[in-house]
Structure formats: structure tokens, C-alpha cells
């Protein structure tokens, strides 16, 4: 059957998208900023987020897991409900306890929601769309997360220094409960699995299953893979924490016009997602696999006027414009690559491992994040007076994961 892209059911996932993730990228950004305000500490502000991500890391494969065994509809159902209920929760609490503690609490559990959340709503789109869609749905999915990125910290701070923390939060319940109701009326295909002998070795056995997949059924995967451990680990990596350091402490700006203009690099690269997302859809046709290495080859290219940029210039203001530009660039490449790979994955996936097998990409890709994270903090530090160096570096080994992408899809 040939279905039509805006189905009544993936319609309404959009929507739902829209309303759900518009909340998340809100209280994801609000939360932190008003521990940072609590405190004024930045250590204890980087402790949380690095535990924040760590049960995103565990329960993605979970979420995968059971995004093969249970209606998609009902884990997006529940996990929007189990949202609202933690934020109205922590309204309740936060003049009771601890505040450190319970953001600390309420931030893990928002991003392990988010991390079982994911799997569900990218394998629930080879269900709901026909396979010549899959790079325009996913395009579509992209360009909302995207412009959720943008837009929800931008609302979520106007409201946040204007009213408090409270109203955000209200405002936040509101969007994750209507999400919620909005998903209940969506129908997605389901064939229920047969059960396995308890949780615990359904899941090992499932997991199993996943990697073997990956491994000797479908090695292609694997490399994508690989890929994209190694631009989260050497490029994406490399952003985080170039763009704060560098705007902040090292182009010689007066510190509340660093702050800010970093506030509008962040809006740029969100942007460039939102571009990149964007583009993806329109250019879907015209968008071979066999030449995705291309814009990981465009990711690494622009990198290196960054680097040439700290070596040859003294104005900050230069320097910033370079480095702005650059990662809006980056991120439109590297989203169009994205939504290209994950479209490729869908199709190459038997329905009942899809979302094992996204999920196992979600989790082995993020393991990269803080890893790369950690490696260009002790990089820049020991480069102090040299940053372009690390830079530079990151364009190199960039180039040459592009290049080793190129080779993969000659088949």
C-alpha cells in the first residue's frame, strides 16, 4: 500500500512532537539555569548535567527494548503522563526538600524519560509512512526537534526571568499532558511479540539480538555506526566545549557581551539544525547514500576557518563572527547526514529490531559525548595560548572519518 507522507496517524505524532519536545527543550534548559542561579556554582552545575546524562545512556536500549514488544503509542502515552507528573511533583516538593537534591533527581529522571522516549517515536516511523517517506518523515521529526532547540530556551528564559520558575513549570505540564491526550487517539501497527522467560533475559536476549544484527546480518549498520561515534567523539565533541570556552574566556570579550553572544551562537547552531532538517526533506529525492560522505567531508571543511581564524585574527568580534558561522554550517551538514542515516537504517531493519537496533545507536553514539567532552577539556587546557590547535585537530581526524565514510556506501 502506498501511503500518503501526512497520514491522520503521523499527523498527529507531529503534533504531539511539536507540543512534547517544545516542553522538553523548555524545562531541559530552565531547570539547569535555575540551579545555576540557586548556587552560583559551576562545578556542582557541571556534576548534575554529567549525571543527568547518565540514565539517558541506560534506558535508551531499554527503550528500544520495549518499543519491539509494547505499542509505541502507549510508551509515548505513558512517558508524556510520567512527565507532567514529575514536574507537578517537583512543584510540590521544591519548598520542602533539599532543592540540589531534587533537581538533581528530577533532571536524571527527565533525561532517562527522554532517553526511552526517542527509540519509540523514530521506530514507530517505518509504520506509519511508506519507505519512499522515510527521509521526509525523518526530516520532519528533525526540523521539530531543531526548532524546539531554538525556540524553547528562547520562551522558556523570557518567562523564567519575567514570572519564575513556577509558571515555566505549569506551562510545561500543560504541554506534556496535552501531547499526551493528543497520542492516545494515534493508531500504529502492532504485532505483539511472543514473551520470553522473564524481563531481565527478554531484554539481555533482545539486546543480544540487536548487536548480532548489527554485526553479521547488517554490518553496514555497524560502520554508520562507527561513524557516528566518531564525529559525536572528534567534531560534535569539539563544539560543546570550544564554542563557551572560547567566546567566553579566551577572544577577549567584556564578559556580559560574551555571555550573550554566546546565547546567539547557541541560537545559530540550533538554527543550522533546523536548516539542515529542513533541507533534508526538500532535497530527499536527490540525496544519494552513496555520497553521504560528502557532508561529513562539508562538516570537516568547516572546521579549518575556525582554526585559521584564532591564528590570523586579533579581534574578537572577527573571531566570533568566523567561529559563529562556521558551526551553523556544521550542524545544517551534519543534520541533513543524520536524517539520511537514520532514514538508511530504517530501511535496512526488520520491523521487530527497529527499535532495538536504534536504540543501541542512541546509546553507543552518546557513550562518545562525554568521553570527547572530557578529552578536549584536558586538550584546550593544555593548549592555552595555542586553541586553534585543538581545533585544527578535530578539522584533521574530521576529514579523515569523511573521507573513510565515503568508502563505506560503494557498494
Known amino acids: 500500500m502506498n501511503q500518503k507522507l501526512f497520514s491522520k496517524d503521523f499527523t498527529l505524532v507531529v503534533i504531539g512532537q511539536i507540543i512534547s519536545l517544545f516542553g522538553n527543550a523548555t524545562i531541559r534548559f530552565v531547570l539547569p539555569l ?46 508524556d503522563f510520567l512527565t507532567a507528573a514529575l514536574l507537578l511533583t517537583f512543584i510540590l516538593l521544591m519548598n520542602g526538600m533539599n532543592l540540589i537534591i531534587l533537581l538533581t533527581v528530577t533532571l536524571m529522571l527527565l533525561f532517562g524519560i527522554a532517553g526511552a522516549y526517542q527509540p519509540s517515536v523514530q ?32 520562551l522558556g528564559g523570557i518567562l523564567y526571568s519575567v514570572y519564575g520558575l513556577k509558571p515555566v513549570l ?4 500543560i504541554c506534556f499532558t496535552l501531547s499526551a491526550v493528543m497520542e492516545i487517539f494515534i493508531k500504529i501497527p502492532f504485532q505483539k511479540q511472543a514473551g520470553g522467560d522473564g524481563i531481565l533475559k527478554t531484554a539481555r536476549t533482545d539486546f543480544e539480538g540487536s548487536i548480532r544484527f548489527i554485526r553479521k546480518e547488517k554490518p553496514v549498520i555497524g560502520k554508520v555506526l562507527f561513524v557516528i561515534c566518531g564525529m559525536n567523539l572528534f567534531l560534535s565533541s569539539m563544539i560543546i566545549v570550544a564554542v563557551p570556552y572560547l567566546v567566553t574566556e579566551v577572544l ?29 526533506g526538500i532535497f530527499a529525492g536527490r540525496l544519494s547514500i552513496h555520497k553521504s560522505g560528502n557532508l561529513i567531508i562539508a562538516c570537516a571543511v568547516s572546521v579549518f576557518p575556525m582554526s ?55 546509546t553507543v553514539s552518546m557513550c562518545a559525548q562525554p568521553l570527547g567532552n572530557a578529552f578536549y577539556g584536558v586538550l584546550f587546557e593544555i593548549c592555552k595560548g595555542c586553541e586553534y590547535a585543538p581545533v585544527l585537530f578535530s578539522g584533521v581526524v574530521s576529514l579523515m572519518i569523511a573521507f573513510g565514510t565515503r568508502n563505506i556506501f560503494r557498494i
Open 34 to 79: 535555575y540551579l545555576l542561579n540557586l548556587t552560583g556554582s559551576s562545578a556542582l552545575y557541571g556534576t548534575v548535567m554529567a549525571c543527568s546524562f547518565i540514565p539517558a545512556i541506560l534506558l535508551s536500549p531499554v527503550g528500544g527494548i520495549v518499543a519491539d514488544r509494547v505499542n509505541k503509542r502507549n510508551i509515548m502515552v505513558i512517558l
Open 123 to 154: 521506530a514507530s516511523i517505518p509504520a506509519l509512512v511508506d519507505q519512499d517517506h522515510f527521509m521526509a518523515a525523518n526530516s520532519i521529526i528533525n526540523t521539530i526537534s531543531s526548532f524546539a532547540a531554538l525556540i524553547g530556551p528562547v
Open 170 to 173: 505549569l506551562v510545561c505540564i
Open 252 to 280: 577577549s570579550l567584556e564578559t556580559l557581551q560574551a555571555n550573550r553572544l554566546y546565547g546567539f551562537t547557541e541560537g545559530a547552531m540550533a538554527a543550522g539544525g533546523l536548516a539542515g532538517g529542513i533541507g533534508a
Open 308 to 362: 585559521a581564524a584564532l591564528i590570523i585574527f586579533s579581534s574578537g568580534m572577527i573571531n566570533y563572527a568566523v567561529i559563529t558561522v562556521c558551526c551553523f554550517v556544521i550542524l545544517t551538514f551534519s543534520t541533513v547526514f543524520t536524517v539520511q542515516m537514520m532514514s538508511f537504517i530504517q530501511k535496512e531493519t526488520p520491523q521487530n529490531l527497529i527499535g532495538k537496533v536504534i536504540s543501541v545507536i542512541f
